[in-house]
């Protein structure tokens, strides 16, 4: 490698070559957290904090078993929304930044 192209290369700023793809992705993960958090304070959460429910609401069949006689009643159980609901979330695993010098020779 001649010496004038390790010079210029040494001009480059490689720091912000390689150091704002990173950045930028360290960002769009903070966004996405956020997105996640908001997520959950405005469809899951009441206006206390509290979680947010679901009721289901169903017939219960019960046999009496002396009698053999069948009764229907209503049931009603209640589950948190949060449960239910699949939570947004992005992951960034893996990153690769790749760079490419090309010299062109000029005279």
Sequence with gaps: ??????????????ESLIGKPLEAAIRAR????????????????DDRGNVKNIAYKYRKKTVDPNTHAQTETDTQFDAPLLSILPIPYIRIKDMTVHFNFTKDNVN
């Design 1 to 14: 490698m001649s010496a004038n192209i390790l010079v210029e290369l040494s001009a480059l700023p490689i």
């Design 30 to 45: 903070v966004y996405a957290a956020m997105t996640t958090v908001r997520f959950i304070q405005v469809g899951l959460l």
